[in-house]
């Protein structure tokens, strides 16, 4: 197992900014190995939605899914966004494939349950719902898959899942097969230990020491259940898991990328 993997998600925040989206594709072609790229939507899907006289619903800030926008979360996502990422990969001879959790049955997910809130066509994925055998056939023939926040049930309903979500769920499944390292891109330098100063970049965390910097609110709001998901995919076979900004990674296989999280 020690053939190197990368799992890279990138969010709207970056897929909103041309400029900034196409240093990041271009910084991601250039890495060397076996890769795969997740992103979410933007907001672009929302405007969308907005021509259309399509309301977006949100509830504590999460998306609720019904039919009608689920069709446009399944056109942008799957469609618009996927293909133009591919494209420019292409641009830089990087062989990317765009794919949706469908293509290949490669991610099954099951319809979230309703409870305090109907989240409508939302997906959360189950263990063994990720066909690695299918993804690592495609990265054995140098394919790099670019997979977009769109997953299915397997009896024909799509579904709208967290790309953060499926980053790590792709990652686990792949690492019982490479050295796999799950990486967040955001808008960030990293885990700040003062969130006003973006010089204060914690470079390693260590579980032990996530619950101490936890309970000294260092670590806090938004952050926390990001490294809770961090840790636990280590916990469960990834080897490493880093959260920076997309304009550094370059520095991925220096370990100078933003912060790391490690057994």
Same mark, same amino acid.
């Given at each position: 197992m020690s053939t190197k993997l990368w799992v890279i998600k990138i969010g709207g925040n970056i897929i909103d900014h041309p400029e900034g989206l196409s240093r990041f594709l271009e910084r991601f072609s250039y890495l060397k190995g076996n890769k795969i790229l997740v992103h979410g939507g933007g907001k672009i899907a929302t405007r969308m939605a907005a021509d259309l006289g399509i309301e977006a619903k949100l509830v504590a800030g999460r998306r609720i899914t019904d039919e009608a926008m689920l069709r446009v979360v399944t056109m942008v996502y799957a469609g618009l966004t996927n293909k133009q990422l591919v494209a420019?990969?292409? $641009?830089?001879?990087?062989?990317?494939?765009?794919? $949706?959790?469908?293509?290949?049955?490669?991610?099954?997910?099951?319809?979230?349950?309703?409870?305090?809130?109907?989240?409508?066509?939302?997906?959360?994925?189950?263990?063994? $719902?990720?066909?690695?055998?299918a993804i690592a056939t495609l990265l054995e023939n140098d394919f790099v898959p670019?997979? @977009?926040?769109?997953?299915?049930?397997?009896?024909?309903?799509?579904?709208?899942?967290?790309?953060?979500?499926?980053?790590?769920? =792709?990652?686990?499944? =792949? $690492?019982?097969?490479?050295?796999?390292?799950?990486?967040?891109?955001?808008?960030?330098?990293?885990? =700040?230990?003062?969130?006003?100063?973006?010089? @204060?970049?914690?470079?390693?965390?260590?579980?032990?020491?996530?619950?101490?910097?936890?309970?000294?609110?260092?670590?806090?709001?938004?952050?926390?259940?990001? =490294?809770?998901?961090a840790f636990d995919a280590i916990a469960k076979g990834v080897s490493e898991v880093c959260i920076g900004h997309a304009d550094d990674l370059h520095l991925l296989r220096e370990q100078q990328f933003g912060t790391r999280m490690v057994r």
């Amino acid at each position: 197992m020690s053939t190197k993997l990368w799992v890279i998600k990138i969010g709207g925040n970056i897929i909103d900014h041309p400029e900034g989206l196409s240093r990041f594709l271009e910084r991601f072609s250039y890495l060397k190995g076996n890769k795969i790229l997740v992103h979410g939507g933007g907001k672009i899907a929302t405007r969308m939605a907005a021509d259309l006289g399509i309301e977006a619903k949100l509830v504590a800030g999460r998306r609720i899914t019904d039919e009608a926008m689920l069709r446009v979360v399944t056109m942008v996502y799957a469609g618009l966004t996927n293909k133009q990422l591919v494209a420019e990969l292409q $641009s830089h001879r990087c062989n990317a494939i765009g794919l $949706s959790g469908a293509d290949g049955n490669a991610i099954k997910a099951v319809k979230r349950p309703v409870k305090e809130i109907d989240y409508g066509f939302v997906g959360d994925i189950l263990p063994n $719902s990720v066909d690695a055998d299918a993804i690592a056939t495609l990265l054995e023939n140098d394919f790099v898959p670019v997979f @977009s926040a769109i997953t299915h049930d397997g009896h024909g309903q799509l579904l709208n899942t967290n790309a953060d979500t499926i980053a790590s769920a =792709l990652a686990v499944a =792949l $690492s019982a097969r490479y050295l796999t390292s799950l990486v967040y891109c955001f808008e960030k330098q990293g885990v =700040l230990r003062d969130i006003n100063d973006e010089t @204060s970049v914690i470079p390693e965390i260590r579980a032990g020491e996530f619950e101490q910097l936890k309970e000294s609110g260092i670590i806090a709001d938004g952050m926390v259940p990001k =490294l809770h998901n961090a840790f636990d995919a280590i916990a469960k076979g990834v080897s490493e898991v880093c959260i920076g900004h997309a304009d550094d990674l370059h520095l991925l296989r220096e370990q100078q990328f933003g912060t790391r999280m490690v057994r």
